[in-house]
């Protein structure tokens, strides 16, 4: 198996070298349009999921989860490439989907494994992407598999061992996968007869993946191996070569949009919205202290009310006031119960260290709410799971689990009762509203555009420079848009006049300048009273903004007047890549404007002006920290500012 290994190593490393070397065969021959042959491979299986019913003779002690094994790949191939770019791929063969899952410890404190021979006959048809000057390629396309092998292997330490077949193993799968390859000619340049070995590698994601109609068990594999392939071309002219000509690469677009003047302050009527989970720490199934914990006395006159002039000025004023209304959540939810006698709840506790602990969580809660609030314990159910209904980590996932798992060890409050959670949508809970003065508010910004930056510049920089030949630096920055607050381009100015210089590398390192000016003044009398809503996305979700299009349409827009301009600027957390969640929190942004800009024409409302911006995760924009993980779902949002017409 190590000798099998190592050359399918070999010949992977001999793929990549040939696909850097980028070395394009002028052939005098055209190339077959049909090609057929075979193809070899092994299949890297990585199991997850939860496994304790083998079949109906046998449910194991304790439950496997994780796993992964190396399998064989074969396959009878055929191709049809009727041009050097667009093409079809068929394979039809012997896919192994085995493995062993990872020892677990039965209940008799001695050590027991599972193996598997998991194996189908599959059918892959793929779309194949290749290229004019390169025998570089890409395919994808689903696969349809049905299953010949269910067989597996139990082994206890105490018990004898045992041998079987899984029961409900599906007998037919439908999923899919995407790769890539590179053609090796093995055939003189001049010969009709063709001959090409083209080491492959490819993923097959758990999408569609679940091994069984009962349990949990999904498989994603990664594939490498090679395929040889014959065809037949025909004579074709020499082909003269004509010199390449460098095509001069796009320019950029530079615009500058200024307020016309700088609020520093704004009165500013705030939506918050209440996020209807309690975040529990590890090792512990007591309420955080972070969360406001009242004594009964304390309790007996707290008013949800008394939140709502709360003042703090950090982050512009909002993530303390935010944070501080949502720790006192459980208070929030005891008064909101208290006072509509008829509601009720259910407390959903979630730990991948088991339901039992899951439980636990929930208990905490209710108990607070039974003792401090004096609510009656019939009104509030309580459930225990490993994960939540919503979770963060997805099957498959292996990217930053700490802080995913952090989002999944929680309490969610659940609630039919309107008098908890308004039409607000989302699952959240009805917000809370507080009068509050915003700090630094998003319309004394100063938008600068680089059309075209994401995709023709490494960076680009702005050098601004007032009336006394003094310059500010700003950057480098990668996005196309980037806002910088009126206040720090003014200083201690009241006014001025300054110049713009945009400086931008792109992708050959070639520097291009943009100039524009721009005139500021500082808004010294009192600002209109505005405007602000936030909405809440739960992980790696913008769709969901569907949800929130009643609240968008029957709450906010009515307060949009005409003349106002309405700010939309969309954030994510810290997880994922920067690229993916600088898009994420584009789409939430645009998605948001469409809406209202519906409900507006419906209304008949005009001369309405949007600033839409997308941050991702941006932490000098973020509303919030990142180190906790109400902090992460809090900056999951969508922030809408109504600045009303002067």
Known sequence: MLTIIKIKQRLIILSLMMIFAQSTLK???????????LSGAANFNFYDGTTQRLNNALFVPTAFHKGDGIKPFGSFLMEYRPG????????IGYDGRGGKFDGVIAPCDCPATLETDLSYITIEPNLRLGSATSNFYFFAGPRVAFNLDKNFEYTQEKQPDTDGEFSAIRKTILSGQVGMGYDIPLSPATSAS????????????YFGQDSRTIESWSVSTLRTGVALKFGKGKAVPAIVEVPVVDVPLADVTFSVRAPKSVPIERQVSETLPLRNSIFFDESSSEIPNRYVLLSKS???????????????????????RQLNVYHNILNITGDRMRSNPGTIISLSGASMKGAQEGKAFAESVKYYLVDRFGIDASRISTEGRIKPLIPSEQPGGKKELTLLREGDRRVDILSGSPEL?????????????INAVQVDPMDSHVVFNVGGAKDLLRTWSLDITNNMGNTQHFG?????????PGKDILGNSADGNYKVVMTGVNKKGITTTKESSVYLVRQTETVEKGYRFSILFDFDKSR????????????????????????????TDIIGSEDYNATLSESRAAQTQKIIEGALNNAGKKN??????????????SPFENNLPEERFYNRTVIIDIVPVK
């Open 476 to 484: 480098p920055y990668t996005r196309d848009i980037v806002s910088i």
């Open 298 to 320: 304390q309790a007996s006159d707290f008013k949800e009310v008394q939140l709502e002039n709360v003042q703090t000025v950090t982050m512009n004023g909002r993530s303390a």
């Open 84 to 91: 050097p770019v667009w093409g079809a791929m068929l394979n």
């Open 421 to 433: 959670l308004m039409e607000v949508g989302g699952g959240m809970m009805k917000p809370v509203s």
């Open 194 to 205: 063709k001959v090409v070995l083209s080491p492959f590698v490819s993923y097959h994601p």
């Open 608 to 621: 309405v002006t949007f600033e839409t911006i997308g941050y991702g995760e941006d932490l000098d924009r």
């Open 27 to 37: 052939a005098q021959t055209s190339q077959p349009t049909w090609w057929f042959g």
């Open 544 to 571: 969901t903004i569907d949800s929130y299009e009643k609240f968008l349409v029957d709450v906010v827009s009515p307060l949009i007047t005409d003349g106002s301009k309405v700010i939309i600027h969309g954030h």
